[in-house]
């Protein structure tokens, strides 16, 4: 959304394409920011999300402030920002290896998640052709799983869910598949509604449960399935580890970036989003497509 008002903006101010694409990022950034209060984040993420690999640098002032003006007016209206209280183990050989191997397991979860979010968007369809009739099938049957699964907990955002997982070190083993199950329904039969949000649930909650087997406080292991899950899904890296230190202060914030890397490199080439597109390798100091002009 936030894209598309920036976008439109700029063919209204009669912009080139180039600096349309600059308005764009200042949309996405303005947007994300107003909603989790991670101004810097918002700003690399807009600037990685499109191109893997590649940061259009020449739009970061302009989508830093506005996502510095958007995080104000949302503090102004009583937007409060996304932030948890987390302790992390310190910092050892141990813990190191702990939470590298929690970190591919998020990898995995990520993988997963793309994976089934494309297979549904492409074989629903097929099933049931009429956009009018997929929807409302598919409004059913999120209704009657809702009410299966729990009303209420795997449905809207889910913060609450998120906080008691990172800050009570509380969530159901099924939350994860549960959640990722209605997000990937809801958006195949055509409804809309973000990706993120659910990312940080999915990695949160399975982080939580899976933590804890591997040795790891479920607080500290909440936190590391959030970003990785994210980084995992979304193949932003540097975006995601900003993400760390704004979300949770700094805690822990080797361990996080470590953690990020590792999802990164092994959750392949999948995404969240099938426009995106991979011009750098994840493992090799290489160029996967070359250059293009845009």
């Given amino acids: 959304m936030g894209g598309s008002i920036g ?3 700029g063919r209204v101010l009669h912009f080139n394409n180039h600096d349309c694409r600059t308005a764009t990022v200042c949309g996405m950034a303005a947007f994300f920011s107003a909603l989790f209060g991670t101004p810097l984040t918002a700003t690399l993420f807009a600037m990685m999300v499109v191109d893997v690999g590649l940061m259009l640098t020449v739009a970061f002032v302009p989508g830093f402030l506005a996502a510095l003006i958007a995080y104000s007016i949302s503090l102004k209206a009583g937007v409060a920002p996304t932030r948890f209280v987390m302790e992390a183990p310190p910092l050892d050989a141990r813990t190191v290896v702990r939470t590298a191997v929690l970190a591919m397991c998020c990898a995995v979860v990520a993988v997963i998640f793309c994976q089934m979010l ?25 209704v009657a799983l809702s009410y299966l699964m729990g009303v209420g907990r795997y449905n809207g955002a889910g913060m609450d869910v998120i906080m008691d997982a990172v800050e009570l070190e509380q969530a159901l083993p099924w ?6 199950v209605l997000t990937v329904l809801t958006l195949s039969v055509g409804f809309k509604g973000g990706e993120v949000v659910p990312s940080f649930y999915i990695g949160a909650t ?3 449960v899976v933590g804890p087997l591997l040795g790891l406080p479920a607080g500290f292991s909440a936190a590391v399935g959030l970003v990785c899950v994210f980084c995992g899904a979304t193949n932003t890296l540097v975006a995601s580890i900003v993400l760390a230190a704004e979300l949770f202060s ?22 969240l989003y099938s426009s995106q597109g991979f011009r750098t390798s994840k493992l090799f100091s290489e160029f996967l497509q070359p250059k293009e002009e845009k």
């Fill in 250 to 271: 700094g805690a822990g914030f080797e361990l996080m970036a470590l953690a990020c890397g590792l999802s990164y490199m092994f959750s392949g080439y999948h995404s």
């Fill in 175 to 180: 939350d994860f598949v549960c959640k990722m």
């Fill in 206 to 208: 399975f982080g939580c």
């Fill in 7 to 9: 976008w439109n903006i």
């Fill in 118 to 142: 494309h297979f549904f968007e492409h074989e629903i369809p097929k099933l049931l052709p009429n956009p009018w009739v997929r929807a409302a099938a598919g409004g059913a049957a999120v």
